[in-house]
Nanobody
Framework: QVQLVESGGGLVQAGGSLKLSCAAS????????MGWFRQGPGKEREFVAG????????NYADSVKGRFRISRDNTKNTVYLQMNSLKPEDTAVYYC??????????????????WGQGTQVTVSS
């Protein structure tokens, strides 16, 4: 079992920045690819960013490329999402996810093994 706890969400004006954190406990964190997903009101959960077990490979949704950056610190069992130049359409509940794999983080939410409870990000115009 892996427990994931997100933090760092909040209310920010358009153009601002936030940094989300996801702290993991349980099994060896380094064996997991990690991802960030989000779900806006009335929308399906969508992939935002992913990072492989070592941090050497990352992938992003087109909508956030150049604005968001995912990183991880395996010594702290934590994955981060730095979000810059935020837009109102980034408003959503952001979830951290984990998959036991040596490959890239899956973009399909159904392929992840574990989820956090989510943290709300609201971007005002």
């Amino acid at each position: 079992q892996v427990q994931l706890v997100e933090s760092g969400g909040g209310l920010v004006q358009a153009g601002g920045s936030l940094k989300l954190s996801c702290a993991a406990s349980g099994r060896t964190f380094g064996g997991y690819a990690m991802g960030w997903f989000r779900q806006g009101p009335g929308k399906e959960r969508e992939f935002v960013a992913g990072i492989n077990w070592s941090g050497g490979s990352t992938n992003y949704a087109d909508s956030v490329k150049g604005r968001f950056r995912i990183s991880r610190d395996n010594t702290k069992n934590t994955v981060y999402l730095q979000m810059n130049s935020l837009k109102p359409e980034d408003t959503a509940v952001y979830y951290c996810a984990a998959r036991l794999t040596t490959g890239v983080a899956p973009t399909n939410p159904h392929l992840n093994n574990y989820w956090g409870q989510g943290t709300q990000v609201t971007v005002s115009s």
